[in-house]
């Protein structure tokens, strides 16, 4: 049962490059959350998705593109990676809507030099 | 003012102690109340959660929520080291999918 997994789990990357985290789960669950983590700040939604092809901003979506062709991926590109971009990412999903529960990801440790 | 807040800490304590943990918040529309475990390098684990007001318990930790006092408080009672984590409050009005989060509170907890 591998649950949520992401890849890469470190990536380093350089200021104006492009860069794309992975985001796999096997629950077949409906959601799915791009979330950034930095010190001072907690969790941070950046993107969410409802189903395949449905897509929405969170709080900080600036500088993030997302896609959803199938229901188990949820990939995050950094389109022009940024310094203020060095984070670490979570991917969660949950069920449905009207669940609390969600799950996250061992997460990405994003490095932009 | 952020919508959660919570303070970072770093909480230290010895083994065998009571742990308190809180949480405030302005968004009175927040209805559900978790609070997640975050060990180190490693993603948030739900560790529980509470409807509306009032206390739950499980095992060595019960979660409290005043809605009247927007509040929220995590207890760990006989703290174990293996508790040493982040833990982060979050909360979550169901008419909406942006769960928010405090900023996780460090807990240490030594021999």
């Known amino acids: 049962d591998a649950g949520i997994t992401q890849s890469p789990r470190y990536k380093i990357t350089e200021t104006g490059r492009q860069v794309t985290l992975m985001c796999h789960q096997t629950?077949?669950?409906?959601?799915m959350f791009w979330y950034r983590q930095d010190l001072g700040h907690g969790l941070r939604l950046i993107y969410y998705?409802?189903?395949?092809?449905?897509?929405d901003k969170g709080e900080v979506p600036d500088g993030y593109v997302v896609s959803r062709s199938k229901t188990e991926n949820f990939p995050l590109t950094l389109e022009s990676a940024t310094r203020s971009q060095t984070s670490v990412y979570f991917c969660?999903?949950?069920?449905?809507?009207?669940?609390?529960?969600?799950?996250f990801g061992p997460g990405t440790r994003l490095t932009v030099t | 003012q952020k919508e959660v807040e919570q303070d970072p800490g770093p909480l230290s304590v010895p083994e065998g102690a009571i742990v308190s943990l809180n949480c405030t918040y302005s968004?009175?529309?927040?209805?559900?109340f978790m609070w997640y475990r975050q060990y180190s390098r490693k993603g948030p684990e739900l560790l529980m959660y509470?409807?509306?007001?009032g206390n739950k318990e499980d095992g060595r930790f019960t979660a409290q929520v005043d809605k009247s006092s927007k509040y929220i408080s995590l207890f760990i009672r006989d703290s174990q080291p293996s508790d040493s984590a982040t833990y982060l409050c979050?909360?979550?009005?169901?008419?909406?999918?942006?769960?928010?989060f405090g900023a996780g509170t460090r807990l240490t907890v030594k021999p």
């Open positions: 979050a909360m979550w009005a169901d008419n909406n999918n942006d769960m928010r």
């Open positions: 629950w077949s669950h409906s959601y």
């Open positions: 509470t409807y509306s007001s």
């Open positions: 998705s409802a189903a395949a092809d449905i897509t």
């Open positions: 969660a999903s949950r069920q449905q809507p009207s669940s609390y529960e969600q799950y």
């Open positions: 968004n009175s529309a927040f209805q559900y």
